[in-house]
């Protein structure tokens, strides 16, 4: 019995709207393709680019002691991100589900290694990040109006929670909308970083580059040490972080076997580059003393060399960090929208609006824990702790990858790459998350204990089959209450890859606006 059998209502209705029954005879409503490549380029290089390589892209430097080093790690986590960015294409158009990671884990380990995958992200990663995103944001809009001084925490989190709302409601209105938003907020932070990129170019022509110049790039500043080469090594793959986001919307791009890994080739070797000389770039203006010392990199650098233009850059990393909190809610509404799909999550968040086409419970969900987890004042200490774990799953689900090719070695593959690239991304993620449990035994396994909170979660949630009737009729009536207030059913079955190859049924748990039929819903197997 499959994840979704044993999570579907106990009762079953008829159809109650016409929506409800157009979707019973075969032509109801489902998530739209309507991310091209240039909006699925847009997603993955909005979301690796936030805040981080212009406010503080110094943890790499400080940890790996030079500039020169620096700059190699700059590379080399380019590069290992790129390999495992392969490897999540093959996934992609081999399992062509929406979900990324938490839909491989799940097809290939099974629903309990799948669904620790989506507790973690749906208790602390996603509404922690967007959360963080978001007070990034209201800080560098309300800095000018407090030149001397701190902007006051509840104005922050105010602003916060409004930039969250608006772009929820943009989310919800409109798929098309929202990658409107993201394209443009995308090409905005490249615009900004290209101007950094030119000034650092402008600055080496007028002979700017003593620390770039070999016998002083590899000066340390500090000795150098492994441990914290490691950890630099760890700060650059940390700064890759959203490089898999479009793996979560699949079922929403056009020609995915065309325009997934075609994305995912423009996107990371772009983003490396626009790392490695904006650094670059820094490093032409300030010395590495001065870089470390400063709060705001990008903001001292404009300082320095733009003089009344030096605004341009506290506006670049608003828009940015906005661009960026749109990016990360609209795709990681698509992992619990996944997740409910598959019976992990309440079935009301795999519903869709009857007339626009989104995915609006999943939304409101995803909105309303990042503004939960504003309210609190430990998410920094909660990244910390859960960010271990994120890294963890890259590597269960690159390591899956080898194990499908044994599992079913004939599946339809559109993309094949070499098992040398999962081998060397596994290597390199095996000596990082090492060193990680090595130098932060406790972080790492406070991180594990909040992670294993979901095994008994989900052994009561979705395993057990037989739950009191009354459990069942409570459910029912939550969700229709909720499909009457968004106005959404379950979206049609669909056509998940363009060569008309049958995708994955809606999860079971059906509602009395659903199809009552009651039986079971199995997936198709990847």
């Known amino acids: 019995m499959t994840d979704g059998a044993r999570q579907r209502s106990s009762s079953s209705g008829s159809a109650k709207d016409a929506a409800a029954a157009e979707q019973e005879s075969g032509g109801g409503v ?105 007070l990034t944001f209201s800080n560098y809009v309300l800095q000018p109006l407090f030149p ?48 950094i990129i030119i000034m650092g170019i402008v600055q080496i022509c007028k002979g700017e580059y003593y620390w770039l110049e070999p016998a002083n790039a590899f000066e340390p500043f500090q000795d150098y040490d492994v441990g914290l080469i490691a950890l630099a090594f760890l700060q650059g793959s940390f700064a890759y972080g959203g490089w898999n986001f479009l793996n979560y919307v699949t079922e929403e791009l056009v020609d995915p076997y065309v325009n997934l890994p ?34 705001a990199v990008a903001v ?3 300082e320095k060399l733009l003089g009344v233009m030096a605004w341009i850059m506290p506006i670049s990393v608003a828009l940015s960090t906005f661009g960026g909190v749109n990016g990360s809610l609209f795709t990681s509404s698509r992992l619990f929208f996944a997740g409910a799909r598959e019976g992990h999550l309440p079935s009301l968040l795999a519903m869709i609006h009857v007339n626009r086409c989104t995915p609006i419970p999943a939304l409101l969900f995803t909105c309303l824990s990042t503004l939960l987890m504003l309210c609190t004042s430990d998410m920094y ?65 406070i991180g594990l204990a909040i992670m294993l909170t979901g095994v008994p979660v989900y052994f009561l949630g979705v395993y057990w089959d037989n739950k009191p009737r009354c459990v069942g009729a409570f459910v029912n009536k939550m969700t229709f209450l909720g499909q009457k207030l ?20 809606m999860k079971e748990a059906r509602s009395p606006l659903s199809k009552g039929d009651g039986g079971d819903h199995k997936s198709e197997d990847c």
């Open 30 to 134: 489902a998530l739209k393709k309507e991310i091209g490549l240039v909006s699925a380029c847009g997603i993955i290089v909005g979301n690796i680019i936030g805040s981080g390589i212009f406010v503080s892209p110094k943890g790499v430097l400080e940890n790996a002691s030079s500039v020169g080093l620096a700059l190699i790690v700059w590379i080399v986590t380019g590069i290992i991100t790129a390999i495992g960015a392969l490897c999540y294409a093959e996934l992609g158009v081999t399992i062509p589900k929406s979900g990324g990671d938490y839909s491989y884990v799940k097809d290939i380990f099974g629903g309990l290694a799948g669904f620790l995958r989506l507790w973690i992200a749906v208790l602390v990663i996603y509404p922690t990040n967007q959360a963080v995103i978001a």
């Open 148 to 195: 001397t001084c701190f902007p006051p925490e509840t104005g922050l989190r105010v602003l916060a929670a409004i930039c969250l709302l608006l772009l929820t409601w943009v989310n919800c209105s409109s798929v098309r909308w929202a990658t409107r938003v993201q394209d443009i907020f995308t090409a905005g932070k490249l615009l900004a970083l290209a101007l």
């Open 262 to 295: 075609r994305a995912i080739f423009i996107s990371i070797p772009l983003v490396t580059f626009v790392y490695v000389f904006a650094n670059i770039a820094y490093v032409t203006a300030m010395s590495p003393q001065e870089l470390l010392a400063s709060n």
């Open 300 to 302: 001292t650098f404009g």
């Open 381 to 445: 200490t909660l990244i910390n702790y859960v960010g271990f774990i994120n890294y963890l799953f890259y590597g269960v689900t690159v390591a899956g990858q080898i194990v499908l090719r044994y599992k079913q070695p004939n599946i339809h593959r559109p993309i094949k790459i070499s098992l040398i690239w999962p081998v060397i991304y596994l290597l390199f993620w095996a000596f990082l998350l090492i060193f990680s449990l090595y130098s932060e035994p406790i972080v790492c396994g």
């Open 486 to 505: 968004c106005v959404v059913v379950y979206p049609a079955e669909s056509k998940s890859i363009d060569s008309g190859e049958e995708g994955e049924e």
